[in-house]
């Protein structure tokens, strides 16, 4: 069942709505993630999920979160959806697109590798 999310800022609530909805395994990813980074942290209020995603957003490290991980495809899965919906701040090239290419590898965030040569 989808979640309906309420949210009066800037954010296109269409977006909230499909992140919120993103799924696996039956599974929803918000509440999969959020529960990873809560058994990292401890108890996660909002004041400390504000600090974690600014962090992230901004491309600082979140010693918080060292050793979680975030790579999973359900985290991918919403950060295509933010990636699509705000190319500026979540596309090539941002702080947030360099953080989680440098913390995932460059597949995650949707670049291609350069195949290794085959060797006989």
Do not use: W
Not at 33 to 60: C, D, M, P, R, Y
Not at 76 to 93: A, I, L, R, S
């Amino acid at each position: 069942m989808p979640c309906r999310v309420s949210y009066h800022s800037s954010v296109d609530s269409r977006t909230l709505n499909r992140i919120c909805s993103a799924s696996k395994s039956n599974q929803l990813c918000v509440t999969q993630t959020l529960s990873t980074v809560e058994t990292a942290t401890g108890t996660l209020t909002l004041a400390k999920f504000h600090q974690i995603v600014t962090a992230v957003a901004s491309g600082q490290n979140t010693p918080e979160l060292s050793g979680v991980n975030l790579c999973t495809p359900c985290v991918k899965q919403m950060y295509n959806v933010v990636k699509t919906d705000f190319p500026t701040e979540f596309g090539p090239g941002s702080p947030i697109a360099t953080h989680v290419e440098t913390s995932c590898g460059a597949p995650f965030v949707g670049k291609s590798t350069v195949p290794q040569p085959m060797t006989q």
